[in-house]
């Protein structure tokens, strides 16, 4: 079975300029996360997707984050204007049981903002 | 709200001998508790779970982690370590119902030495 898909797996950027993070989740995977995992921290949830509605975004900066999910496999984040402190490993991660939440996650994209 | 802390930041340890890698975790309700590693630019991968029943958990690996409901702790150890161990773990948890997202720790870094 194919694992969560992530790309791309670096980016460098200037700030105040866009990104976009692309995930293809396991097959048949109905929740996807995405994660922003700064250096020396564990992972914070930013987003989850419950095939293409979103359950929970109370922890994304929405003045600059977005995501969507369109068709309920694939989701893109995307970040408008970068700034500094958004230099982070941005994780996917994706679920078959919400309920025991044995969660997959994939490589991540590694994010620096110059 | 749930909260992990991960009393360790880094964990030296000679090969073969054994390891305890320390969580606790605030929460005013019953939770689920998990343990994930992270080995150098890889997501993450869950190492064991506890979901009910034997607060002795048995993981991938070789690894173990005992539940202990009083104390708040969810240790993970495992009794003979390989270089092959050294990577970043991370504790996590959630309440046992409802639609709430993994709260992880900081992180703990194994590094085993030959």
């Known amino acids: 079975e194919a694992g969560v898909a992530q790309s791309p797996r670096y980016k460098i950027i200037e700030k105040r300029q866009s990104v976009a993070f692309w995930c293809n989740p396991i097959s048949g995977h109905a929740t996807l996360y995405w994660y922003q995992q700064i250096l020396g921290q564990g992972p914070k949830l930013l987003i989850q997707?419950?095939?293409?509605?979103?359950?929970?975004d109370s922890q994304l900066p929405k003045d600059r984050f977005s995501a969507e999910r369109l068709k309920g496999v694939d989701s893109t984040l995307k970040i408008q204007p970068a700034k500094l402190e958004d230099s982070a490993v941005y994780l996917c991660?994706?679920?078959?049981?919400?309920?025991?939440?044995?969660?997959?996650f994939g490589p991540g994209t590694r994010l620096t903002v110059l | 709200a749930q909260s992990v802390t991960q009393l360790d930041s880094q964990v030296p340890v000679f090969e073969e001998a054994p390891v305890e890698l320390r969580c606790n975790y605030s929460s005013s309700v019953s939770v689920y508790l998990f343990w994930y590693v992270q080995y150098p630019n890889q997501g993450l991968q869950l190492l064991l779970k506890?979901?009910?029943?034997?607060?002795l958990v048995k993981g991938i690996n070789g690894f173990e982690a005992e539940f202990n409901k009083s104390q708040t702790s969810f240790h993970l150890r495992k009794p003979s370590v390989h270089i092959s161990d050294t990577a970043e773990y991370f504790c996590?948890?959630?309440?046992?119902?409802?639609?709430?997202?993994?709260?992880f720790g900081k992180g703990t870094r194994l590094s085993v030495i030959a």
């Open positions: 997707f419950q095939n293409n509605g979103v359950v929970d």
């Open positions: 991660a994706s679920t078959m049981d919400l309920r025991t939440d044995t969660q997959y």
């Open positions: 506890y979901l009910s029943g034997s607060t």
């Open positions: 996590a948890v959630r309440r046992n119902s409802g639609n709430t997202p993994l709260v």
